[in-house]
T-cell receptor, first 114, second 113 residues
Framework: DTEVTQTPKHLVMGMTNKKSLKCEQH?????MYWYKQKAKKPPELMFV???????INESVPSRFSPECPNSSLLNLHLHALQPEDSALYLC?????????????FGEGSRLTVL | AQSVTQLGSHVSVSEGALVLLRCNYS??????LFWYVQYPNQGLQLLLK??????LVKGINGFEAEFKKSETSFHLTKPSAHMSDAAEYFC???????????FGPGTRLSVLP
């Protein structure tokens, strides 16, 4: 199984809503990532979890809250978002620190904030 | 610190022509280098990677890339373009402990009939 699964594929939310994006992998990877991608731009790193601990937070606003319940799951909790947060949110996984491997990406969750 | 540049935000080739997408990087430690492809409304898919060993690496869909340390380059080529190659291509670098991936700005490849 070489897949990263993201749900939902599409999400529309108002600025006062609370929602979550979910990501799952069963490749035994120990690093998991959230990226944000705007149209015609490269993915922009938001968070990295390594061995279920938050290891990188790229100064992301607190309205985005990551959570890694176990080594296979990664969530991104969304609250009080702004229209400029509309983007494709990509989850990825890799072997983990100290073991070089490529990023495996999910298909992404397309978020629209009204 | 690492960075990636990709010369040409948009490249157009005719079907059957050579594809050349350019990538240059800077890295303070030995880099690992990757090319990813992204089709509309999809995630990124790995085309190929360089970690150690042979500097000419072959990937999926007939693509290959050559790591040239002296030129700090990792250009992507394909001898004969196919319509299905039309997509966005990203070059990425990570240091040899493999967690801080940095992506280039991307090159959109169009294939003309």
């Amino acid at each position: 199984d070489t897949e990263v699964t993201q749900t939902p594929k599409h999400l529309v939310m108002g600025m006062t809503n609370k929602k979550s994006l979910k990501c799952e992998q069963h490749m035994g990877h120990r690093a998991m990532y959230w990226y944000k991608q705007k149209a015609k731009k490269p993915p922009e790193l938001m968070f990295v979890y390594s061995y279920e601990k938050l290891s990188i937070n790229e100064s992301v606003p607190s309205r985005f809250s990551p959570e890694c319940p176990n080594s296979s799951l990664l969530n991104l909790h969304l609250h009080a978002l702004q229209p400029e947060d509309s983007a494709l949110y990509l989850c990825a996984s890799s072997l983990g620190q100290g073991a070089v491997g490529e990023l495996f990406f999910g298909e992404g969750s397309r978020l629209t904030v009204l | 610190a690492q960075s990636v540049t990709q010369l040409g935000s948009h490249v157009s080739v005719s079907e059957g022509a050579l594809v050349l997408l350019r990538c240059n990087y800077s890295s303070s430690v030995p880099p690992y280098l990757f090319w990813y492809v992204q089709y509309p409304n999809q995630g990124l898919q790995l085309l190929l990677k360089y970690t150690t060993g042979a500097t000419l690496v072959k990937g999926i869909n007939g693509f290959e890339a050559e790591f040239k340390k002296s030129e700090t380059s990792f250009h992507l080529t394909k001898p004969s373009a196919h319509m299905s190659d039309a997509a966005e291509y990203f070059c990425a670098v990570t240091p040899n402990y493999g967690q801080n991936f940095v992506f280039g700005p991307g090159t959109r490849l169009s294939v003309l009939p």
